[in-house]
């Protein structure tokens, strides 16, 4: 959405590790740790929350965590339904896309 690159940091909800990995509009590199894996609702509970009128910060921004590895997020995945696990690929695509869907960037 920046239209260029950063350097993203964030820390486990569970463990506080640290992750961190640059992003641009062109993808991301250097994943620290590289198992890496990224949080977020599933479409099904988005869409349920969008028809109840919620905000994209409480139907979408509040679940999107990073944690160091698919094990490391089982727990808060567990303890959060309607919640799933992305590998950072993934999850960078279905960003990309939703930017691109919701402000014309990117596209």
Known sequence: ALEREVRVESRSPLSGERISLT?????????????????????EEVAAR??????VITSLCHF?????????????????PGTVTFPLE??????????????????
Do not use: C
């Not at 641009?24 to 479409?43: C, F, K, N, Q, W």
């Not at 999107?64 to 959060?80: I, N, V, Y």
């Open 90 to 107: 993934e999850g960078f695509e279905l960003g990309r896309r939703w930017i691109a869907h919701k402000w014309g960037i990117g596209r």
């Open 23 to 43: 992003v641009s509009p062109e993808g991301y590199r250097d994943i620290d740790p590289t198992e890496a894996v990224m949080s977020m609702l599933t479409p």
């Open 50 to 55: 969008t028809s109840r009128g919620e905000d």
């Open 64 to 80: 999107l965590f990073f944690f160091s590895s698919e094990e490391a997020a089982r727990d808060w995945t567990a303890e959060h």
